[in-house]
């Protein structure tokens, strides 16, 4: 088991039906404007958290927040979390440069993300 070897949770990403309305809330929240700010994501950096808007609940279909786990090895720790009983929900996928992330749900369907950067 590497649990020593986690970054914890850095990374939360909200899907949000109308991104507009939502940005201003966000940026009234964390006191920044958004460093990243497209149609299909809008992401900010506030005390070394990262909080993402994912319009309609982007091409992965979330209905409610994923707290994501920074992870040093992506592929051992989802490894890890299979063994232990939880399911693979979004298969490990690299979302451009050079991170790679997945998605688990537990045992009673919560679902947990995991980031590595590589």
Known sequence: MTGSSIHGVKTVLHP????EKAKAVYAALLGV?????SPYYVGFEAGGQHIGLVPGGGPQ?????????????LEARLAEL????ATVKEPLHDVGGGRLVATVTDPDGNVLGLIQDR
């Not at 949000?16 to 991104?19: A, G, K, N, T, Y």
């Not at 279909?61 to 090895?73: L, R």
């Open 61 to 73: 279909g979330m209905t409610s927040p994923v707290a994501y786990w920074h992870v040093p090895d």
């Open 33 to 37: 404007a958004p460093r990243n700010d």
């Open 16 to 19: 949000v039906s109308d991104p």
């Open 82 to 85: 299979t063994a232990a009983g």
